[in-house]
């Protein structure tokens, strides 16, 4: 009789565990489905928290783990903010993808790195030593390096340090500023997964090339990297389905893991709309079946480590806050938290039947 008690309160206690309902995207998964999120809002107010709690099990903080964010100052490092979503994220089960170690936008690089006249190389080692150390068992992937590789590629891929970036940190550490960022994020942590992350990964075909060549000289080199983000602000029909799988399917080909890391897709490019209606709604779901799908058919399991949207409610996406010229409904929910069609589209996409491949 004990023993049955014992057991009973064993299943209650790992039932207490569980989040969410029966309808969670995470649910129907078996990778990581997350979201972006407003640090501040997601402490701030529990109702966003709530739901972004109940739907997905891995988050990435939309701004707050940036350059001027955690590093505001030359000695001073600001993680209080970004501790406590991370300690939710832990009581609360869910990944907390960190975004981004590096990245040239002016924006988030603090003035005092602008000026910087010490030595970039050492002073980047520092930055990531330091971050990454202090995150470590509380973060379990970073984006190491964001877009640092150029559009207008006029290169072969394997000059792929020809078609870097003449950012900042081009400029001032050097072309292998890349490679020793990953080295210097595994050193601080050596069971985090390091990702490179960029934009026009799918419609650009030279750049995706070029990333790839970049990341094969990584692994050649025994570089620690781990994987690449795909970042996926896609339009409602574009690019085509088609041009998603050919780029999954090439950086299959490394062996790396692949996530997709900031999807959200606009359907009002040309302006047309001043609401969303039904019908662009139920494109925008198909949309998201057709991506969804096409992730779980072409990356093989092993290499699945996700698929991140870029947001919870439209109202709060990036491109209604100054990045688009027309309104937009890109992200899978209502300013009330409602599920839109958009989220029952991702639902069928991780749902539908894949046939085995014939051996
Ligand atoms: C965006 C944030 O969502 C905005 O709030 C911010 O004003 C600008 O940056 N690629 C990236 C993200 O890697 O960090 C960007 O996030 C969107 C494009």
Not at 13 to 20: E, S, V
Not at 108 to 114: G, H, R, S
Not at 196 to 208: C, R, W
Not at 311 to 323: A, K, L, M, P, R
Request: contains cysteine; glycine residues 6%; charged residues 25%.
């Amino acid at each position: 009789m004990n023993k049955v008690i014992i057991i009973l309160y064993f299943l209650c206690f790992l039932g207490a565990g569980r989040r969410g309902f029966d309808n969670a995207l995470y649910q129907h998964a078996d990778f990581p489905i997350g979201c972006a999120v407003t640090a501040g809002q997601f402490l701030k107010y529990q109702k966003y928290r709530r739901n972004i709690l109940c739907y997905f099990n891995s988050l990435t903080t939309g701004n707050a783990m940036k350059m001027s964010y955690l590093h505001p100052s030359v000695k001073k490092y600001n993680f209080k903010t970004t501790d406590r979503v991370a300690d939710i994220c832990k009581k609360k089960g869910l990944l907390l993808h960190g975004h981004t170690l590096i990245w040239h936008s002016d924006y988030q690089i603090p003035d005092w790195m602008k000026n910087y006249t010490g030595n970039y190389k050492i002073m980047l080692e520092e930055h990531i030593r330091t971050i990454v150390s202090h995150f470590r068992k509380k973060v379990s992937s970073w984006d190491v390096v964001n877009e640092a590789i150029i559009d207008n590629i006029q290169n072969p891929p394997s000059e792929w340090k020809k078609s870097l970036r003449k950012s900042i940190w081009y400029s001032n550490a050097g072309t292998d500023y890349i490679g020793q960022a990953f080295c210097r994020a595994n050193e601080a942590d050596s069971n985090v997964d390091l990702f490179y992350n960029d934009y026009n990964l799918i419609n650009n075909s030279k750049k995706l090339d070029t990333v790839i060549a970049m990341m094969e000289d990584f692994l050649k080199h025994n570089i620690p990297i781990d994987g690449i983000g795909f970042q996926a602000h896609i339009l409602v029909d574009k690019p085509a389905i088609d041009n998603i799988k050919k780029a999954l399917q090439k950086a299959v080909k490394t062996g790396l893991l692949i996530r997709i890391s900031e999807l959200d897709i606009r359907v009002n490019t040309k302006g047309r709309l001043a609401r969303l209606t039904p019908e662009a709604d139920a494109a925008l779901s198909e949309r998201y079946r057709e991506v969804v799908f096409a992730y779980r058919k072409i990356v093989p399991p092993q290499q699945r480590a996700g698929i991140t949207v870029w947001g919870i409610c439209d109202g709060s996406s990036w491109y209604n806050q100054g990045y688009s010229r027309y309104p937009e409904w890109p992200l899978l929910f209502t300013d009330d938290y409602i599920p839109k069609q958009a989220y029952y589209g991702f639902i069928k996409g991780l749902t539908a039947y894949i046939p085995e491949k014939k051996k």
